[in-house]
Nanobody
């Protein structure tokens, strides 16, 4: 029905940048909201950023000023631009979408996760 596919993770040095992509594939769906969680070893999952169909975007305090969400509506894709990356940003990043398939109520879909490692 609907699938979220993530890409863009990798290894980067402190101060570097990465752009994560989350693409929704399928047909007959509407996206109500999309965003990103991350989970580092030994830590609880953290909401990094999200945005609603109304255009409201929120960022965790730990990433404000460094991360930014952008969207390509034609491709049903959301990007997480990550700049000035630091070792504490190392985590598995999961995208999610609040998505309605056909006329059904919207539910949450999840990407498969992508590893981001910040290390020198």
């Amino acid at each position: 029905q609907v699938q979220l596919v993530e890409s863009g993770g990798g290894l980067v040095q402190p101060g570097g940048s990465l752009r994560l992509s989350c693409a929704a594939s399928g047909s007959f769906f509407s996206i109500y909201a999309m965003g990103w969680f991350r989970q580092a070893p030994g830590k609880q999952r953290e909401l990094v950023a999200d945005t609603t169909s109304g255009g409201t975007t929120n960022y965790a305090d730990s990433v404000k000023g460094r991360f930014a969400i952008s969207t390509d509506s034609a491709k049903n894709t959301q990007y997480l631009e990550m700049n000035s990356l630091q070792p504490e940003d190392t985590a598995v990043y999961y995208c999610y979408g609040l998505i309605a398939y056909m006329s059904r109520p919207p539910i949450h879909y999840w990407g498969q996760g992508t590893q981001v490692t910040v290390s020198s």
